[in-house]
Nanobody, 123 residues
Framework: QSQFVESGGGLVQPGGSLRISCAAS????????IGWFRQAPGKEREGVSC????????TYDDSVKGRFTISRDNTVKTMWLQMKNLKPEDTAVYYC????????????????WGQGTQVTVSS
């Protein structure tokens, strides 16, 4: 059972922008670090970005650095991933996730997951 509700995915042309959202349901994010992961067909789930409880010191995978921005607002229990200058290789199902305490970089370290939202970059 998903503890998050994701939204905002879709089809976008190369070079375009998209923002995906993830809202927590039934619990507070105050003590949770959060992350975004993605999984393309035939590939393993990979980390895109993560951020700590306070919302500072974000980290990004090299493939998205300078193009993606992670953010969060604990007061509305929501996190976002702003994606710019999208490329066809960004096509994947994107998942939000949360873990209690400090941030982590491996999917296996996260306890709560969204249902995933499809992002397709194609002309």
């Amino acid at each position: 059972q998903s503890q998050f509700v994701e939204s905002g995915g879709g089809l976008v042309q190369p070079g375009g922008s998209l923002r995906i959202s993830c809202a927590a349901s039934g619990f507070s994010l105050d003590h949770f670090s959060i992350g975004w992961f993605r999984q393309a067909p035939g590939k393993e789930r990979e980390g895109v970005s993560c951020i700590n409880v306070k919302g500072d010191s974000p980290t990004y995978d090299d493939s998205v650095k300078g193009r993606f921005t992670i953010s969060r607002d604990n007061t509305v229990k929501t996190m976002w991933l702003q994606m710019k200058n999208l490329k066809p290789e960004d096509t994947a199902v994107y998942y939000c996730a949360a873990r209690y305490g400090s941030r982590a970089y491996s999917a296996g370290d996260y306890e709560y997951w969204g249902q995933g939202t499809q992002v397709t970059v194609s002309s």
